[in-house]
């Protein structure tokens, strides 16, 4: 109950292409949606995140669809481009009482020049 | 920007020897987080920190692991006899809040167990 599962495992586009990354959860006590990138050798840093009473957040180029009944969640990145290239993971967190965010297995995105 | 720092960067030791990784939060947080991530997969919650306890663990975290906040801004992470297993990057976190807040991640200490 305390996953989170994240798809596809990997991803490539070209530039300019809205690569879109799925998560699904199963714990409703979440409430607390958000999204890291991750560059090789560094700290995943939070990119987005989103509560389940909005069902859409906007943040420049980044947006997360949130469909609270069928406990998914997506990240739609538009005109990506080579920089946007990293690992990104979802991660929920929220309702355990101990202040544990629970990740995704991550996806490796490619942004082809 | 304020920034979570995390020492040494690359720690190598032998099978059953001590450890301990350290980390600098960012100054005004209250709430310290160690994670775990093996060969840039899956980052694995450890253990989470909160007016000088634990507020949660994982079964990861057994009784090899203890985290202590010495002073009022080093947290740190002991494994008390390593295994081969205990190879990964070791993340520090820290957030202002508990639940529903963003963890910002230090950039990690590789620890390799030969």
């Known amino acids: 109950q305390q996953q989170v599962k994240q798809s596809p495992q990997s991803l490539i586009v070209q530039k300019g292409g809205i690569p879109i990354i799925n998560c699904a959860y199963e714990?409703?006590?979440?409430?607390?949606f958000p999204w890291y990138q991750q560059f090789p050798g560094k700290g995943p840093a939070l990119l987005i995140a989103?509560?389940?009473?909005?069902s859409e957040k906007k943040e420049g180029r980044f947006t997360i669809s949130f469909n609270k009944s069928a406990k998914q969640f997506s990240l739609h990145i538009m005109d990506s481009q080579p920089g946007d290239s990293a690992t990104y993971f979802c991660?929920?967190?929220?309702?355990?009482?101990?202040?544990?965010?629970?990740f995704g297995a991550g996806t490796r995105l490619f942004v082809k020049a | 920007e304020p920034e979570v720092t995390q020492t040494p960067s690359h720690q190598v030791t032998q099978m059953g020897q001590e450890v301990i990784l350290r980390c600098v939060p960012i100054s005004n947080h209250l709430y310290f987080y160690w994670y775990r991530q093996i060969l840039g997969q899956k980052v694995e919650f450890l253990v989470s920190?909160?007016?000088?306890?634990?507020?949660?663990k994982s079964e990861i975290f057994d009784d090899q692991f203890s985290v202590e906040r010495p002073d009022g801004s080093n947290f740190t992470l002991k494994i008390r006899s390593t295994k081969l297993e205990d190879s990964a990057m070791y993340f520090c976190?820290?957030?202002?809040?508990?639940?529903?807040?963003?963890?910002?991640f230090g950039n990690g200490t590789r620890l390799t167990v030969t």
């Open positions: 991660a929920a967190a929220g309702g355990t009482g101990g202040f544990k965010t629970i």
């Open positions: 989103i509560r389940p009473d909005v």
């Open positions: 976190a820290s957030s202002d809040r508990g639940d529903n807040s963003p963890l910002h």
């Open positions: 714990n409703t006590a979440f409430d607390y």
């Open positions: 920190f909160y007016n000088n306890e634990i507020s949660e």
